[in-house]
C-alpha cells in the first residue's frame, strides 16, 4: 500500500526515500474526494459554536436550586474571581441577577458561559446575599 502511494507520488514529484515515502503516506498532499472542499464560506457566519448554545430555558425558583460559588484565578493574570455556578436561570433572569450581585459587592462582574464571574474574592458576602434572596449556597474550591 505504502508502495503504491509512494510510487504515484514519486511518479509525480520525483525520488522519494522510505522515511519521505512514509510521511507521505501517513499525511497524504491530496484530500479524499468525500471531504467537502470548502474552507471558508460566510454563508451561514461562525458555526464552531452553535452546537454548544444553550436552549432558553426556564428559570427554577430560588428555594430549589444550590449555588455554588467557586475563587478562579487561572488565565486572568492571578487576579481572582468569583465564580457562581449551578443556577438554572434563563439568559435574562441570569443577568438581572448578576448586575444585583455587583451592586451588593460593589465590583464589576460579567456572565460568561451560564456562569456568573465577580470580580475579587467575593465569596462570603455573595453567598450571604444568595441566602437573602432563597438560593441555598455551597462555598467550594480555595
Known amino acids: 500500500m505504502i508502495n503504491i502511494i509512494a510510487n504515484r507520488i514519486t511518479n509525480a514529484i520525483g525520488h522519494c526515500t522510505p522515511l519521505a515515502q512514509f ?8 484530500m479524499p474526494k468525500t471531504e467537502p472542499r470548502t474552507v471558508w464560506s460566510s454563508e451561514h457566519g461562525d458555526t464552531r459554536k452553535q452546537g454548544n448554545q444553550p436552549v432558553n430555558l426556564k428559570s427554577l425558583p430560588a428555594n430549589q436550586q444550590t449555588a455554588y460559588l467557586h475563587r478562579d484565578s487561572k488565565g486572568r493574570g492571578g487576579k481572582a474571581v468569583t465564580v457562581v455556578k449551578n ?7 441570569m443577568k438581572a441577577l ?44 480555595g
Open 23 to 30: 510521511i507521505l503516506f501517513l499525511y497524504p498532499p491530496f
Open 87 to 93: 443556577l438554572t436561570l434563563a439568559e435574562d433572569d
Open 98 to 141: 448578576a448586575k444585583k450581585l455587583k451592586a451588593a459587592c460593589g465590583c464589576g462582574g460579567t456572565v460568561k458561559d451560564g456562569q456568573i464571574e465577580i470580580q475579587g474574592e467575593q465569596r462570603e458576602r455573595i453567598a450571604e446575599f444568595l441566602r437573602e434572596l432563597g438560593y441555598k449556597v455551597k462555598i467550594a474550591g
